[in-house]
């Protein structure tokens, strides 16, 4: 949907599917910055409203259906239809306070607590995304988020 280099034409609301927008560093290596599912909106919002290519990637994990609309037509709404405005305001601060209790959670979360918290926020991802990208979210190896998987495990029996 979207490529590092290209600027954010659209914001993408979610009928069907599975996307994740991640940034690839320069050796190569996914980060995974946000997953969307139903009735979820994915856009690279610096992108979209800078008109600047965008340092992220946002691809589907499965087949999916989108609705889109550009940058003018959303903002032709804010101006003729104001309660479009406040919609995507609040869907905005919303976006903003979830990614602030990330980095938060990044900053003094043990890995154990931020897989916790992943596992409880968006249980609807389970099953649809790999082990590798729910890693890649949690800044750990795949490998290592096995090691927490058995810890909790062995620890709930």
């Known amino acids: 949907m979207l490529r590092e280099g290209d600027v954010c034409q659209h914001n993408s609301f979610v009928v069907h599917g599975c996307f994740r927008m991640y940034k690839t560093d320069e050796n190569g290596k996914d980060h995974n910055l946000q ?7 994915i856009l690279d919002m610096d992108s979209f409203y800078s008109q600047q290519p965008s340092v992220l990637n946002i691809e589907a994990l499965e087949e999916s259906t989108v609705y889109q609309i550009k940058r003018e037509n959303q903002i032709k709404l804010y101006t003729s239809y104001p309660r479009f405005n406040r919609i995507f305001r609040v869907l905005s601060e919303n976006a903003l306070i979830a990614s602030q209790r990330r980095v938060l959670q990044n ?35 795949p490998e290592f988020l096995s090691v927490v998987r058995k810890r909790l495990a062995s620890n709930k029996g």
């Open 107 to 141: 900053l003094g979360s043990s890995t154990e607590e931020r897989y916790l918290d992943f596992i409880e926020r968006y249980p609807l991802l389970f099953g649809r995304i790999s082990n590798l990208h729910v890693a890649s979210y949690l800044g750990i190896t």
């Open 35 to 41: 997953f969307a599912t139903e009735n979820w909106w």
